[in-house]
C-alpha cells in the first residue's frame, strides 16, 4: 500500500477509536460477505491488539466474542480474551470451554516474519491449517470462517481444505491490505455438519415430494432433493451441491421394477 493510503487508514483507525488498521479489512469481508450478524457467537484466533474484536462486537450487537492471542490483549467491554498459543491443546481447550456452538471463527493470525517468503508463507499455512481446525470443532451447522493467507505453493491445498468442509468458499483480497503484499482471505461459508459431499453417488428411496416437485430422499436424516425422482424410486443419485441443511442430487440409475 502506497504509504499516503496506509496514512490514511492509520489515521482513520485512531479518529474512530479502532486498534488497528485491520479493522477495516474486517468491515470490508463483512460487507461483502456477510459473515456476522446480530447475536452471533464471534471466536478471533490471532486477535491483538483488538482491531477486529472491536468490530466484531459492532456487528453482532451484544453476542458473544471471544479473543486468543500470545499477545495479552488490552481490555474491550464484554470481549472475553485468553492469553495462550492457539496451536496449543490448553489454549483450544479454554476456548471450547467457554464455547461450543460458534457461528463464525474469524483469524488474521500472522506468524513472525523472517523475511524468507518460502518459511514465512509455510507458517502461515500451519496457522491457518490449525485455525481452520479449531474452526471445524467449534462452527455450529452452517457457520462461517475467514482466514488471512500469505499466498504461495501450499495455497492452493489449503483453499481446497476449506471447500471440504463449507458449502462455499471463496477470497477476499482487502483494500486495506497492501497492495503488492500476497497476504489474502480464505472465507468458508455456511460449515457442513453432513458428511454428504458433492460428487458423492448414494443409493436413495425416494419417501416424499417436495413443493417444488422434486422427490425427497434422507440420506442419514439428510435431506437429498432428486429432480425427477417419484415416491417409491429405488435410485442411485450422485450429488450435485450440499448445502448446511439439504442437498441436490441427480438420478445416475433407477433400479427397474420386477
Ligand atoms: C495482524 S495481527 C492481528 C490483528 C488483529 N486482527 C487486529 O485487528 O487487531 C496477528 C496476530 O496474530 C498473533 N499470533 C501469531 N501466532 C499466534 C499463535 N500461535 N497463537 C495466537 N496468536 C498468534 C500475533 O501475536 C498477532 O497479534
Request: charged share 25%; glycine share 10%; aromatic share 8%.
Amino acid at each position: 500500500m502506497p504509504a499516503k493510503k496506509r496514512d490514511y487508514y492509520y489515521n482513520k483507525a485512531k479518529q474512530m477509536g479502532y486498534r488497528s488498521r485491520a479493522s477495516f479489512k474486517l468491515q470490508f469481508i463483512n460487507k461483502k460477505h456477510h459473515l456476522i450478524k446480530n447475536g452471533d457467537t464471534v471466536v478471533d484466533l490471532g486477535a491483538a491488539p483488538g482491531g477486529w474484536l472491536q468490530v466484531a462486537k459492532e456487528l453482532n450487537g451484544g453476542g458473544t466474542v471471544i479473543g486468543v492471542d500470545l499477545q495479552r490483549i488490552e481490555p474491550i467491554e464484554g470481549v472475553e480474551t485468553i492469553k495462550g498459543d492457539m496451536t496449543a491443546p490448553e489454549t483450544q481447550a479454554k476456548i471450547f470451554e467457554l464455547v461450543d456452538e460458534v457461528d463464525t471463527v474469524i483469524c488474521d493470525a500472522a506468524p513472525n516474519l523472517s523475511g524468507n517468503w518460502a518459511l514465512d508463507h509455510a507458517r502461515s499455512i500451519d496457522l491457518a491449517t490449525v485455525a481452520l481446525e479449531v474452526a471445524t470443532r467449534l462452527l455450529k451447522n452452517g457457520g462461517h470462517f475467514v482466514v488471512k493467507v500469505f499466498q504461495g505453493d501450499l495455497y492452493d491445498g489449503y483453499v481446497k481444505k476449506v471447500e471440504k468442509h463449507f458449502s462455499y468458499a471463496t477470497t477476499y483480497k482487502s483494500q486495506a491490505s497492501r497492495e503488492q503484499s500476497a497476504e489474502i482471505y480464505v472465507i468458508g461459508k455456511g460449515f457442513l455438519t453432513t458428511s454428504l459431499r458433492k460428487g458423492n453417488v448414494v443409493d436413495v428411496t425416494i419417501d416424499a415430494m417436495g413443493k417444488t416437485g422434486d422427490g425427497i430422499a434422507h440420506v442419514d436424516d439428510f435431506v437429498v432433493f432428486v429432480k425427477g425422482g417419484n415416491v417409491g424410486d429405488k435410485l442411485k443419485v450422485k450429488i450435485r451441491d450440499v448445502k448446511p441443511s439439504f442437498a441436490f442430487g441427480d438420478i445416475v440409475e433407477k433400479e427397474k421394477s420386477p
